[in-house]
């Protein structure tokens, strides 16, 4: 069963913010066509005929979560300055390390989930290093990544435990400059 926009789970749906399972690696069947899923949506969501034809959001990432399984996987695909786009397809991603910097999208997040504007900055580590399991390798692996991908893998990764990205913005102050905060375009 294909995902389409209509199936993601919307903010106002209490289920989002339940805090997720780990899973087993290397992945069960079920698992496996889950992830599949996940990577076919964001995939076939960047491509603007079949983003048409099947009603897909165009997408950079999406958590397990978000179409109602609560275990520890998420999808995550940003282009790059260069070639081809960075694709992550991981289960129990788990965030090891980060800068004490922080970094935040100069025009605030978006989300698939959320259908309401939150305008502000998100703040987000301008640096980490994860922990995972790699679906697409079969292979534990260690991921350092900094700018857009990091902040779409914190974002993706938060889903997890239930957090969206507006929890993150400062309710007083939403466009707040703290002292070195990396803006990113
Ligand atoms: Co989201």
Known sequence: MRI??????????????????????????????LAKRMLRYVKDSREEEKAEKYNLRPAVGLAAPQVGEFVHIIMVMVDQEEGEPAVYLLANPKIIAHSIQNSTLATGEGCLSVEEPHPGYVLRHARITVRAYDILDQKDVIIKEDGYAAVVLQHEIDHLHGVLFYDRINKTNPWEQTPNLILID
Do not use: F, V
């Open 4 to 33: 389409t926009y209509d199936t993601i789970l919307k903010d106002t749906d209490p289920r989002l913010r339940n805090s997720s399972q780990p899973i087993k690696t290397p992945l069960s069947a079920k698992h496996l066509a």
